[in-house]
């Protein structure tokens, strides 16, 4: 579908690249030229994820251990990206989310994903962008959101609000610096299984199993298809394009809303069976960083 080397000469930044949707996008970038930059909270994973894309694919993949609830922390990551060379474009991909009836999120949850997914897009969103207006560059901003952004999303509330936020940013300053020759766009995607989304997501549930008997294209997404739309995006083949998010999900939102309101008939044993394991997941988790 696209031209070898149609990205070279750009530097990109995938937030939340060191697995899942932002590191199939990071190799996509890498493999069609572009240098790449990752981030994420755990150093070690970006740095695994580095080498194996640069084995795989060639080119130049930096990792970065930065927390994006960190404003500081990111300003200080942007700002040595730029010293070495101006990026090109961002990919806001890094998020939280887990499922939970709302009387039970406790405060600290709710803080939890809304650092994460409003608080963290913004502060990278931010000292990206203003360093392209200062410096004349151009720019294009990806962010990933969900289609429960018109439509709501029970038992994911603190996701579903943070999300907004970010589609609310997105038409924003696309309105605000399109002057500057910065596009700001957003994919909605539906699901596309990754562990990450099977264990706090849809814990115990086969990856895909209810989506594909419900969704009008009868499958879930891949993440070839993810990985082609955030190419075409940034790739200069309509920059036109400003201030939208896409939806990519088979239509399934429209068909069925999308999200999580069959979750309405779960019992109270049903939901703390799902708590479990996600908590275990998490002890997993740990155990495994050491």
Request: glycine residues 12%; hydrophobic residues 40%; charged residues 20%.
């Amino acid at each position: 579908m696209f031209k070898d080397k149609l990205l070279a000469g750009r530097n990109i930044l995938v937030t939340g690249g060191g697995t899942g949707l932002g590191k199939a996008m990071a190799a996509k970038f890498l493999s069609l030229g572009a240098d790449i930059h990752i981030c994420g909270r755990r150093k070690i994973v970006c740095d695994e994820t580095a080498a194996e894309l640069m084995k795989l694919h060639g080119g130049k993949v930096t990792a970065h251990g930065v927390d994006i609830r960190d404003a500081a922390a990111v300003d200080a990551m942007v700002e040595a990206v730029f010293k070495e060379a101006p990026l090109t474009d961002l990919i806001n991909n890094a998020a939280g989310n887990f499922i939970s009836r709302t009387q039970d999120v406790t405060t600290r949850g709710f803080d939890a994903i809304a650092n994460i997914v409003m608080h963290g897009t913004f502060y990278v969103t931010h000292a990206v962008g203003k360093r392209w207006i200062a410096g004349g560059h151009r720019g294009n901003v990806v962010s990933v959101t969900v289609t429960w952004i018109r439509n709501g999303g029970p038992f994911v509330v603190p996701s579903t609000m943070s999300k907004s936020a970010v589609h609310a940013m997105t038409m924003s300053l696309a309105t605000e610096w399109g002057r500057y020759g910065i596009r700001l766009n957003a994919i909605a995607p539906g699901e596309i299984p990754t562990e990450g989304m099977s264990k706090r997501i849809k814990p115990g549930d086969d990856a895909g199993a209810k989506s594909v008997a419900v969704n009008p294209m009868g499958r879930v997404g891949q993440l070839s298809e993810m990985q082609n739309l955030a190419t075409f995006l940034i790739s200069g083949g309509c920059d036109w394009i400003n201030g939208e998010t896409i939806a990519m999900d088979g239509a399934q939102a429209l068909a069925m809303g999308g999200n999580f309101y069959e979750a309405r008939d779960w019992t109270d044993s049903d939901w703390t069976a799902a708590r479990d394991g996600i908590i275990a997941q998490n002890e997993k988790d740990k155990a495994k960083r050491g």
